[in-house]
């Protein structure tokens, strides 16, 4: 099976957590998308959804399926997602795509949330992605010294990337 096989079978196995007459949080990035197309063959079945970025609402939209801002909705019953890295504990290392904030909050405001990566994703031991960190502008240097200073590692800004909160990663 290829990688795109396997992202459109977790997509549409997601589909089964999809509650009727509910509002869905979707995700961004190339699983996100996969499922993005399996929940238009039942976009009437739903109210609409929260995206987690332009990008997702975008893509939402053009399959007709209404996109609400957080703040018009009281409850999201699922949350759907991709994932950069996973392990046998569960453990995700998300945002790779620099809509971490934002899927962070949807994912919090959800009742659920399924996570759909194919198996590329599961690594024994976590870290080979690099784990994406948004910060505003203004506190760069000192998070990422605090990072080195506690944790470890070298972090560094992603260049010429600009997260929709104005931020870096």
């Given at each position: ?112 949330f ?7 994703k ?37 260049e ?7 931020n870096?990663?």
């Amino acid at each position: 099976m290829t990688q795109d096989e396997m992202k459109f079978a977790v997509a549409q196995a997601a589909l089964k957590f999809v509650v009727k007459d509910t509002i869905i949080g979707v995700g961004t990035g190339s699983t996100a998308n996969f499922f993005i197309d399996a929940l238009a063959t039942m976009k009437d079945d739903i109210k609409g959804c929260v995206a987690s970025s332009v990008a997702t609402a975008e893509r939402l939209e053009g399959h007709g399926i209404k996109v609400f801002d957080l703040n018009e909705v009281e409850a999201i019953s699922v949350y759907v997602d991709g994932a950069d890295e996973s392990d046998d504990g569960l453990n995700l290392i998300k945002g790779g795509g620099g809509a971490l904030t934002r899927e962070k909050i949807v994912a919090a405001v959800a009742d659920k949330f399924v996570c759909i990566a194919d198996e590329s994703k599961l690594v024994k031991v976590m870290g080979d992605f690099p784990l994406p960190v948004e910060v505003i502008p203004m506190a760069a240097n000192y998070v990422k010294h605090q990072i080195t200073r506690r944790i470890g590692g070298t972090p560094f800004i992603r260049e010429n990337f600009v997260t929709h909160n104005g931020n870096l990663i």
